[in-house]
């Protein structure tokens, strides 16, 4: 497994796979109406461009012999890193590689590294868990259009 960083001309791309996992993935948690606003607010091509761009972002691809098996972003936000995006296709899903590319994100060189998660995400949750992340705080989040995401904030430390 390796993490490549997405290239602008890779923006498409990413969005395309994007769009493809949280179809796939959100089904069991969200409305198909909610997961199609978020694909198109946060992780659109325009979306992609302007985190990148304006909010410090930098994403990568998941690779797995070769494929992409899925993504990663992160920002880094001067006192943490935030992991906003660990996303595995479904073929490659319970293979490890979330393990393996968040073992390459701890080494990015922060003491601290911060993600959110939807509280009824039980499987995710209890994989952060198994990576050292603890609840610190949770929060709602009005995303517009009636749609909310109601998440913790988890948080990982080195050495602790």
């Known amino acids: 497994m390796e993490l490549v960083r997405v290239e602008d001309q890779q923006i498409r791309e990413l969005a395309n796979l994007a769009s493809q996992i949280w ?10 109406e909610q997961i199609d606003y978020m694909v198109d607010k946060f992780q659109s091509e325009n979306a992609i461009k302007n985190q990148i761009e304006a909010e410090n972002y930098t994403y990568y691809f998941i690779m797995s012999d070769g494929e992409k098996a899925g993504y990663a972003g992160v ?3 001067k006192d943490y890193l935030f992991l906003s995006k660990l996303y595995i296709s479904k073929d490659y899903r319970h293979k490890g590689l979330g393990r393996q590319a968040f073992e390459k994100i701890k080494d990015m060189g922060f ?9 009824y995400n039980k499987n995710t949750i209890d994989a952060y868990f198994k990576y050292g992340f603890k609840i610190v705080d949770s929060v709602v989040t009005d ?15 080195k050495g602790a």
């Open 23 to 32: 179809h796939e993935y959100w089904t069991c948690i969200l409305s198909s």
């Open 75 to 77: 920002s880094d936000k």
């Open 111 to 119: 003491d601290k590294i911060q993600l959110t998660v939807n509280k």
């Open 143 to 157: 995303i517009g259009f009636g749609f909310l995401m109601d998440d913790y904030i988890m948080e990982y430390k």
